[in-house]
């Protein structure tokens, strides 16, 4: 009997700390969901005043879109140094370029998500909002702290985070787990398939690309997964060339082929709070919506030969 009561309170103590354990839970669920939304309600609003900033201001003139005193200042990068065995690098070739040119860390390990934050806006010259929203959305996805946290390049890189399937510039993790390696096939293919001035990219050539290596992946990759935040990013990448890079395959080819800066080069987005989220976005919707596999059933049929083989031994048994 005695050892049956010694039991009972630690009997009615466990559900007791199941319910604080849940309560916290819920509550912390709760404050971390109103947090995000007035983070990101704030974000857009701010950004949207930075576009009508930019609006009615003059843009910097050309050769003073990186402010005197940063590297990069007339067209003058810190050396190029390619990555050396054991350094950190990501699927993303602007975030490689900055580490390359030691815009952050050479190696490409422990930077915080604030540092990258001033990196990307001194260097590409997007919005502040914009430089505090990917970090944050980095930082979130590998739920880390965005103002304590550090990460590595690599670790952007975990599937179906930043890092998707389908990209330009990139195989797929399914066949080469490496997303730091450049694939020089797929680089070549989109800076040989401009059809504006001088062989320059167009929103309608990426359009055409992103829909031919989507089905091109999903037939190959046998675990293609592609949710619509992932096609977003997809062409939000492309979106980059054609607006801090213009299009231009002159200063795309560095950048893609060798993660390189090129000499003399500055953003091509010139306004004076940076390209905002609000004005990227005109670029990046049409650029999808104008993606015609996504609508043709190209995409959807892809693949489906793997197993058209198992459906006819079927039928004969």
């Known amino acids: 009997m005695q050892r049956e009561r010694a039991l009972c309170p630690r009997t009615t103590a466990q559900p007791n700390m199941h319910l604080f354990i849940a309560l916290r839970r819920i509550l912390a669920g709760l404050v971390s969901g109103v947090e995000g939304v007035l983070t990101n309600a704030a974000v857009f609003l701010v950004d949207f005043a930075f576009t009508l900033f930019n609006l009615v201001t003059p843009n910097r003139r050309k050769g003073r879109v990186i402010l005197e005193g940063h590297p990069g200042f007339g067209g003058k990068w810190p050396e190029y140094i390619p990555p050396r065995e054991g350094d950190s690098r990501s699927s993303c070739p602007a975030l490689n370029a900055m580490a390359n040119h030691g815009l952050l860390p050479r190696d490409g390990k422990n930077i915080k998500f604030t540092e990258l934050n001033a990196a990307i806006r001194r260097v590409y010259n997007f919005s502040p909002t914009f430089c505090f929203f990917v970090p944050n959305y980095i930082a979130n996805a590998l739920v880390r702290s965005y103002r304590t946290d550090r990460f590595d390049l690599s670790d952007i890189d975990a599937h179906n985070c930043i890092e998707h399937d389908a990209s330009l510039t990139r195989v797929d993790s399914y066949a080469d787990p490496d997303q730091g390696k450049i694939a020089k096939a797929l680089v070549e293919e989109v800076l040989n398939s401009g059809t504006g001035p001088g062989g320059d990219l167009t929103p309608d050539d990426l359009s055409r690309l992103l829909g031919k290596r989507r089905v091109e992946a999903k037939r190959q990759n046998p675990k293609f997964s592609l949710a619509f935040i992932h096609k977003m990013f997809g062409s939000s990448n492309g979106s980059t060339m ?76």
Do not use: C
């Open 242 to 317: 054609l607006t801090i890079f213009g299009g231009r395959v002159q200063d795309l080819r560095p950048i893609l082929s060798e993660e390189r800066l090129p000499d003399g080069w500055e953003p091509r987005v010139r306004h004076r709070m940076g390209l905002t989220m609000l004005e990227f976005n005109f670029t990046v919707l049409p650029v999808e919506l104008s993606i015609k596999e996504e609508v043709d059933g190209s995409i959807g049929s892809a693949g489906q030969e793997r197993y058209e083989g198992a459906g006819k031994t079927e039928k004969a048994e």
